[in-house]
Structure formats: structure tokens, C-alpha cells
């Protein structure tokens, strides 16, 4: 249970957008429930963002085979105390750009920027969760980064 906003987090961002990461993180809880006598102990986040994973890619294969995915519910964001107007729109027209840029990336660098930027996973955790080792995690990571400052307009940090 407490895990679940992370995995509905994890759901939004592969299918781009919020109903159907809710009926996702649905059925990830409830393969995560049939497989509880399975559960080997440890991490029970990264192991809930596995289940969720893998559910993800089946639920899209499933209901939108062949389907470009770019999310398209940006959440309204809330203006910062002491924010003028202006402050609050650049801001929101930022988190736009950032979201739509998050979307475009191929699959792999997506998940692998969501499951370490956004749930903050450690490496190992990220790449028990995809299934490939940490130094591919970290490429992945290294050129996610890139594209998005690239599609951002942003020069890359040397």
C-alpha cells in the first residue's frame, strides 16, 4: 500500500496517461496479491515497480498494439507561494515541456529516467527492475538525460 503512488507514478508515465495507469496499477496490485506467498523478501517497492512494469507493457500491447504513446493530462500545478502570475505560467508552460519531452523518449530511456529521477531508485534497484545490469541503467540514464536537454533546447552539462 504505500508503495502505490510510486507504481501509479511508473503506470502514468509508460502509458501516458492517468486512467489508464489507474485500471494498470489495478491489475499490478493485483498480480502483486496472487504472487504475495512468491515474494522472496526485500525491496517491496522495486518489487511492486517490477510487477507494475510488466504489467504496464502487457496492458499496452494488449489494448493499444502499435500505438505512439506521449502523455497528454498534464496536471495543473499550483503556483509557489509569492508567485506572481507570470511566475506560475512560465512554470507550468516548463512542466509542460518537460512532460512532453519525457514522453517522446524511446521506452527504455523512459523508464529507466522515471523508475531513477522521479521514484528516486537507486541504480541496482532500477536495473533489477528492467532486468539489465547497472552500467546499462546508467547509460540509459546518461543519454535520457541528453535527449531531454537536447528536446528542451538546453545545452548538455560536460
Known amino acids: 500500500m504505500p508503495h502505490l503512488d ?3 507514478a511508473l503506470a502514468r ?5 492517468s486512467a489508464d495507469a489507474e ?5 499490478a496490485s493485483l498480480r502483486a ?9 526485500g525491496n517491496a517497492r522495486a518489487w511492486l515497480l517490477a510487477i507494475t ?3 504496464t507493457f502487457t496492458w499496452l500491447a494488449r489494448n493499444r498494439p502499435k500505438a505512439l504513446v506521449i502523455s497528454k493530462d498534464i496536471e495543473t500545478l499550483a503556483p509557489a507561494d ?4 507570470e511566475e506560475a505560467l512560465i512554470a507550468k508552460a516548463d512542466a509542460a515541456a518537460i512532460e512532453l519531452a519525457i514522453g517522446a523518449l524511446p521506452t527504455p530511456f523512459k523508464e529507466t529516467l522515471v523508475l531513477r529521477d522521479i521514484n528516486g531508485l537507486s541504480y541496482r534497484e532500477v536495473a ?3 532486468g539489465v545490469p547497472v552500467g546499462t541503467v546508467m547509460s540509459r540514464l546518461a543519454r535520457a538525460r541528453g535527449f531531454l536537454m537536447a528536446a528542451l533546447g538546453r545545452p548538455e552539462a560536460k
Not at 485500471?23 to 491489475?27: K, Y
Open 53 to 55: 512494469r510488466n504489467t
Open 6 to 8: 510510486d507504481a501509479y
Open 33 to 41: 496479491l496472487r504472487g504475495l506467498d512468491h515474494y522472496a523478501g
Open 23 to 27: 485500471d494498470i496499477v489495478q491489475e
Open 128 to 130: 533489477e527492475i528492467t
Open 82 to 85: 509569492g508567485a506572481t502570475p
Open 13 to 17: 508515465w509508460l502509458s501516458g496517461n
